[in-house]
């Protein structure tokens, strides 16, 4: 035995030897060799390797793959820092040199190769779900599942520390550093106070928010066509037609009542606060006589147009309000509240610009505010922008990411208020205004179509194709060919217009057409109460006080919803799919969803699906929780006369339903 090791001692020794050999005898080939033969010899390697893996059994490649994984991860484990670099750096250096060489059927046949292997990757993560619809198991902690958790607003923007859920899109505060605005500055008091709820009238204030900013406001606000109630449970802020702005002179004419910027100059606080109150019924006269104090003493706008009607009173005086102001010290991107000499007084004739705001000291006649005016906001919302802070202007630019330096290219008005609405760490008092913010975000929203249409509109020769711009369009309006040349065409990327929503049903009937009768019609809609809501609710809100969370919060549950149904194929392979968002007049989002699976439905798969049945409490009680909360109708009728499904007193879901054994499923109707 013991001969026996030593030859095998002796035989490891000699083939040690002879691998040393053979590393020195290739080394000193390798020396001598030419690039062609080093090429050439990597690839005799390569096909020699290749062959060898391709004839390998299952079990020996499984093998290979775990000792290959585990050497790297002992190799990576003990390597320094500098190792760590060097090594990400020649497989940079190397990765950039091959796709460099690489020709183009090469490129797209390894494009094409990433794009399957990531797919597969993708689908594996959802196999566990598929057909987990027809097999439901109270078990199962389904609404904790990692693929439709949207997790917290734990993401946060590396240039404008905006937070957002995780699977949100990086430019979604529009930022990834293009757009940098200065932080608004802290509310004065005691509205600071009163917005914080540390105030013994903050609840009545905020309740009637929208009132007191009324009582303060500088312009009016307007649309082209009544505006439209609001009703439900959730009330929304909604309009219809163009909105408007518009400004009067500064002081009243002889025998007529003060309103609105005119109030600001009547002297005398207990006269002015009075003629609030009688403007406004409803709002407490000590909070408004603290408030306006905090606008004198506060606001720009307001010094400023006193300042100006003090030292000059003259009756031909005008003041303008510079439609696009820069800053009198510090870089052009920065943009502060008005400096002294931005409220410019000039004499009647003379010349200003088309969107500048011209203030007669007394006159009858309102005037337009343009929408991409600067003060826009602060004029109309002085209790969002108590001290006059600046709101959007087209000659914003954006800037290089992580600079300061300046680029070509302009902040539009949808990416000004998405950076402003944004969520943050630090404190934005934009988001707590309630229903004062639904009035500004339809308000802001309103601006952001206008700069739309006004591109369009300049822009026809580049966005027209050539059968857009004759008769075809002409005859399809019903106007006269003569003038066919002046219409604008709202193009098919405009959401909401004609071209827009025909190819929307044109891709909704190639469905039809293709697949026939949809197998599924799926009505998905938002819970108010989910933990994601009601986490990032802050100073006493309610669920009514954010649109924005509840719009941000519904798109990534309803991603998550038909990741489920299309890659999860809970119920089965699905062909098309297709849906649409509508918000309800009450202010919550649903969507409608159509799904045209593969393999249809069989008739005893439908009650696996659809049930009416109230779940059994101690068998499923998540579920019966659920359902009872969320599921159940009513009460109605008799029983509840307001109940918003009433029309004539009757129910418009035909509720109650009577009960029947079977499910009966009707070819052109609901399942019953």
């Not at 006193?306 to 030292?311: S, T």
């Not at 649903?590 to 699976?597: F, K, T, V």
């Amino acid at each position: 035995m013991r001969k026996k090791r030593s030859r095998e001692k002796q035989a490891e020794e000699q083939k040690s030897q002879i691998r040393e050999l053979d590393r020195i005898y290739r080394a000193d080939g390798r020396t001598n060799e030419s690039s062609e033969e080093t090429q050439q010899r990597h690839f005799d390697d390569r096909l020699r390797a290749s062959a060898r893996r391709n004839n390998a059994s299952f079990e020996v490649k499984n093998q290979r793959q775990a000792t290959d994984r585990l050497r790297t991860l002992n190799s990576r484990a003990t390597e320094s820092n500098e190792q760590r670099e060097r090594r990400i750096h020649c497989n940079a250096l190397g990765n950039q040199t091959r796709i460099g060489a690489e020709t183009f059927d090469a490129r797209r046949n390894r494009l094409q190769l990433e794009r399957v292997r990531q797919g597969t990757f993708r689908a594996s993560n959802w196999l566990y779900l598929k057909d987990e619809a027809l097999h439901y198991d109270p078990n199962l902690d389904y609404p904790n599942f990692p693929q439709i958790v949207i997790r917290s607003m734990s993401s946060k923007c590396t240039f404008c520390g905006a937070l957002k859920f995780e699977a949100e899109a990086s430019g979604l505060c529009y930022s990834n550093g293009k757009v940098s605005l200065p932080e608004l500055p802290q509310l004065p008091e005691p509205l600071k106070s009163l917005m914080e709820g540390n105030h013994p009238k903050s609840k009545e204030f905020l309740t009637m928010i929208r009132k007191y900013n009324s009582s303060f406001q500088m312009t009016s606000f307007g649309t082209s066509l009544p505006m439209l109630d609001s009703t439900g449970f959730m009330p929304t802020f909604r309009i219809q037609g163009q909105v408007y702005h518009k400004a009067g002179s500064l002081m009243s004419l002889p025998n007529e009542e003060e309103k609105f910027l005119q109030i600001y100059f009547l002297g005398n606080e207990e006269a002015e606060a009075k003629r609030r109150c009688a403007l406004i019924p409803g709002t407490a006269k000590s909070l408004i006589e603290s408030l306006q104090k905090m606008l004198h003493e506060n606001n720009h706008y307001v010094q400023k147009f006193k300042m100006a009607i003090e030292d000059n009173p003259t009756e031909d005086l005008q003041i303008v309000i510079k439609a696009d102001r820069k800053p009198i010290e510090g870089h052009e991107r920065v943009f502060n509240t008005p400096a002294l000499n931005e409220v410019a007084i000039i004499i009647a004739g003379n010349d200003f610009e088309k969107r500048d705001i011209v203030l007669t000291k007394r006159s009858n006649e309102l005037k337009n505010i343009c929408e991409t005016h600067i003060s826009y906001d602060a004029l109309q919302y002085p209790l969002m922008f108590p001290r006059g802070e600046d709101g959007y202007s087209i000659n914003i630019n954006q800037v290089e990411p992580g600079t300061s330096n300046q680029i070509n290219k302009m902040v539009s008005a949808m990416s000004f208020y998405a950076y402003r609405l944004m969520v943050r760490s630090t404190e934005n008092h934009l988001l707590n205004y309630r229903q004062l913010l639904h009035q500004y975000l339809v308000d802001m929203y309103a601006k952001i179509e206008a700069e739309r249409l006004l591109f369009i509109r300049l822009n026809q020769k580049k966005l027209r194709v050539d059968e857009y711009i004759h008769l075809k369009d002409a005859i399809t309006n019903d106007s006269d060919p003569a003038n066919h040349g002046k219409l604008v065409i709202l193009p098919s990327t405009f959401t909401g217009c004609p071209r827009n929503m025909h190819e929307y049903a044109q891709d909704a009937i190639t469905y039809v057409r293709h697949g026939g009768k949809p197998s599924l019609f799926i009505t998905y809609t938002f819970n108010p109460n989910c933990k994601e809501m009601t986490q990032n609710l802050t100073n006493g809100q309610s669920k009514t006080d954010r649109h924005d969370l509840v719009a941000r919060i519904f798109r990534q549950k309803l991603i998550k919803f038909m990741n489920v149904l299309v890659k999860g194929q809970v119920f089965g392979s699905v062909k098309y799919w297709l849906y649409s968002i509508e918000w309800q007049k009450r202010g919550l989002p649903h969507s409608h969803i159509l799904i045209w699976l593969t393999n249809t439905l069989r008739p005893n798969q439908i009650d696996d699906i659809i049930s009416a049945e109230i779940p059994n409490p101690s068998t499923d009680k998540n579920l019966y929780d659920t359902v009872i909360k969320n599921m159940v109708h009513g009460p109605c009728g008799a029983f509840n006369s307001l109940s918003p499904c009433l029309k004539e007193g009757n129910c418009s879901k035909m509720y109650p339903r009577q009960f029947i054994k079977e499910t009966q499923f009707a070819t052109d109707g609901y399942p019953l």
